[in-house]
């Protein structure tokens, strides 16, 4: 079942990010950085809602290199129009702001479901 292995990449595409940063924090945290918890946890965030605004673009489109497009052009985006973007904004703890990131955990959570609901809506057609 195509939608399966797409559900076990997606798992251990979570699984490697979160070892990714966690092994940069640590190294961070060794290296007397100011690595808090907080900031830990929204990094991870960050990362899960460009994967899954990337994994929704490739399923709709069912082309990969569409969704590397949209993550690429929204953390581009995110780069030079950082103002706009509010609560989807990923480089808001530079500007010293920490609170937890509940809009980007909701819609990452909700595109990754969208994307299996609708791959497998449009499988039974």
């Keep these: 079942n195509h939608e399966f292995v797409c559900l076990l990449r997606f798992i251990c595409a979570v699984i490697m990010l979160i070892l990714l940063i966690s092994v940069l ?6 290296n ?17 809602f460009i994967g899954s605004l990337g994994f929704f673009a490739s399923g709709i489109s069912e082309n990969h290199v569409v969704g590397y497009m949209i993550s ?22 530079t500007g010293g702001h920490n609170e937890f990131k509940y809009m980007l955990l909701i819609t990452a959570l909700s595109l990754t479901v969208a994307t299996f609901v609708v791959r497998c809506a449009v499988k039974t057609k």
């Design 32 to 48: 007397d950085s100011k690595v808090t918890f907080r900031l830990y946890i929204n990094t991870c965030i960050n990362g899960l």
């Design 25 to 30: 924090a640590f190294y961070m945290k060794c």
């Design 72 to 93: 690429a052009s929204y953390f581009i985006m995110n780069l030079f129009l950082r103002n706009k973007f509010e609560k989807f904004d990923l480089f808001a703890m």
